[in-house]
Nanobody, 121 residues
Framework: QVQLVESGGSLVQPGGSLRLSCEAT??????????VRWYRQDPQNKRELVAT???????NYSDAAKGRFTISRDNAKNTVYLQMNSLKPEDTAVYRC?????????????WGQGTQVTVSS
């Protein structure tokens, strides 16, 4: 079974930076991670797609994330990162990764449990 484990969330002041990680773990062999997305859900429960990265590293961002966030991946480590700079209070949310993963050739979508990002002075 594949699990996605996010980490890196914290309390940070406006203008600060954080790097979130999403690692695929579990008892498996031959894992293949295709598209990975970062979502966030704010305190009002609004969910937003923040960034997407394909296997070859092509990326897309929401308008709110463009120019401030960078999504990247290390396929050897089964890990995707979200570098967040110039953070604003409105970036406060639970950030979750969502990945299309194949184990032994069978693809399925998985969610992580989320990591809390709070931007406040």
């Amino acid at each position: 079974q594949v699990q996605l484990v996010e980490s890196g969330g914290s309390l940070v002041q406006p203008g600060g930076s954080l790097r979130l990680s999403c690692e695929a773990t579990g008892s498996f062999s031959g894992i293949y991670i295709d598209v990975v997305r970062w979502y966030r859900q704010d305190p009002q429960n609004k969910r937003e797609l923040v960034a997407t990265v394909t296997r070859d590293g092509s990326s897309n961002y929401s308008d709110a994330a463009k120019g401030r966030f960078t999504i990247s991946r290390d396929n050897a480590k089964n890990t995707v990162y979200l570098q967040m700079n110039s953070l604003k209070p409105e970036d406060t949310a639970v950030y979750r990764c969502n990945a299309n993963v194949a184990v032994s050739g069978n693809f399925a979508w998985f969610w992580g449990q989320g990591t809390q990002v709070t931007v406040s002075s």
